[in-house]
């Protein structure tokens, strides 16, 4: 970062860079350790979301808070991320950053309400303004290029495969981590997954029209019987192990492909479900469980169904 440079007026992007300082150096722990804010709880909260609100109905132009904020970001650019948490001005541009940038992006990645007369979306405060449109076309843009996946961030400003920045619906009630510090965006590590991300109209899925509060998991064991032929001793696909040490070795696994099987099991575990449960809304099956072509004769039946599927697939 040079200094003097302009902050990032697109706010996942900002919430991906401080969130990224905040998570990695654990100064986001001083929120409960030495909270660096020095207004009391219910101004900082109004200050906040007037912050947030200014920055979304003014995107792409930002707020002089957030300014402010990143230019105290970039003039502490050169300190180790160990002495983070001890810099007290630093934590809290850096926080700040991070919630004014959750408020602007209230309501991203899911449909609103903007209907005259439906005020789902009013009571919310979600509208479907600028912000709104462009978040889910950068989703879906973005879901829709395999080697890429789902990100809310720009790609020249954030790179997809280091940090990604999602929508979020639920922030956790115990623990402590920088989860517990946004609603509505979500700082996701990219390590192995590469998220996809889609996007259904209430009035197009029943699982979305129903009033209860509870979802529940149909939970798959899948293949039904391993042997000890399906696991073999295996070697890099390139190189070797020079820093390994010889007593850690691999495997590989292989079972045979049951497309039809598969979906016959899992349509005789949904159906006793619904007899004991009354509705399924998301069948989970076991990392790895599934082979593509049974992927795909499974995602046929869940769609189907209409229930959400979850599965690994190698």
């Not at 860079?17 to 929120?31: D, F």
């Not at 509505?184 to 259904?200: D, I, R, Y």
């Not at 004991?276 to 593509?292: N, Q, R, T």
Request: hydrophobic share 40%; charged share 20%; aromatic share 8%.
């Amino acid at each position: 970062m040079a200094r003097g440079k302009k902050p990032p007026a697109w706010p996942p992007d900002a919430f991906a860079l401080a969130g990224s300082i905040l998570h990695r150096s654990g100064g986001y722990q001083t929120v409960v350790d030495s909270w660096p804010v020095d207004r009391a709880k219910e101004d900082w909260i109004g200050w906040i979301e007037d912050v947030g609100r200014r920055w979304r109905q003014g995107w792409p132009n930002v707020p002089g808070e957030v300014a402010g904020w990143w230019q105290q970001v970039v003039g502490r650019r050169r300190l180790p991320l160990a002495e983070v948490p001890g810099d007290r001005e630093l934590c809290r541009a850096l926080i700040c950053l991070c919630a004014a940038a959750d408020v602007a992006c209230a309501g991203v990645g899911v449909f609103v309400s903007w209907t005259p007369g439906d005020q789902t979306g009013a009571r919310r405060g979600v509208a479907a303004d600028d912000l709104w449109w462009e978040a889910n076309k950068k989703l879906m843009v973005s879901a829709n290029a395999p080697k890429l996946g789902a990100t809310l961030c720009d790609p020249p400003t954030v790179d997809p495969w280091k940090v990604r920045v999602l929508p979020k619906f639920h922030t956790p009630q115990t623990g402590m981590t920088l989860r517990s510090l946004s609603h509505h965006l979500a700082l996701c590590p990219s390590e192995e997954v590469v998220p996809c991300w889609s996007m259904l109209p209430p009035g197009l899925h029943p699982r979305l029209q129903s009033n209860r509060r509870m979802i529940n998991l149909l939970l798959a064991p899948w293949p039904m019987r391993i042997q000890r032929n399906q696991f073999a001793p295996s070697s890099p696909a390139r190189g070797n192990l020079r820093t390994m040490p010889d007593r850690f070795r691999f495997f590989s696994f292989s079972k045979p492909s049951d497309p039809t099987g598969v979906v016959d099991r899992l349509n005789r575990l949904y159906e006793a479900a619904i007899a004991e449960a009354g509705a399924v809304d998301l069948v989970v099956l076991p990392e790895l469980a599934l082979d593509p072509a049974e992927y795909e004769k499974v995602r046929a039946w869940a769609q189907d169904q209409g229930v959400f599927l979850v599965s690994g697939v190698g």
